[in-house]
């Protein structure tokens, strides 16, 4: 896969995202933008609807705040896929990127714990290499 620059007037936020991000995130994205520019490129497919458009796959977040921050252009691995493979890459990068910020919190802690309804609960400490949880 090859990444292009894209000029952001030619790239969509996909409607049909449901990915959310509170603001303490959405804060944190914004000031390592600002501090170090673009590190992760945007995933985008030839917009289905919108001839010389690109619809953006991962990366809504970034590409809204890139347009706050004065950013014209940004780096974009473009894929063909169809709606339903389209949707399928948005969920599994969501999840997978969802998946490595939990397990990046839970080492900040110092001892690994168990995640209930995406908050480290102190009281559910799992005893690693023993595989049981108390």
């Keep these: 896969m090859k990444t292009q620059t894209i000029s952001l007037d030619h790239l969509r936020e996909a409607d049909w995202n ?79 990127r969802a998946a490595s910020m939990t397990r990046r919190r839970t080492r900040c802690f110092g001892v690994n714990r168990v995640i209930v309804a995406g908050r480290c609960s102190p009281e559910l400490v799992v005893v690693v290499g023993q595989g049981v949880a108390t």
Excluded at 36 to 57: D, I, K, M
Excluded at 59 to 79: S, W
């Design 18 to 96: 449901a990915n959310r991000v509170r603001p303490g995130l959405l804060a944190k994205l914004r000031r390592s933008l600002e501090q170090f520019g673009v590190v992760e490129n945007l995933v985008a497919r030839p917009h289905p609807t919108q001839p010389g458009c690109f619809e953006v796959l991962s990366g809504n977040h970034r590409l809204r705040l890139l347009r706050e921050l004065g950013y014209e252009h940004a780096p974009v691995v473009v894929v063909e896929l169809d709606d339903a493979r389209a949707r399928l890459l948005a969920q599994t990068l969501n999840r997978t």
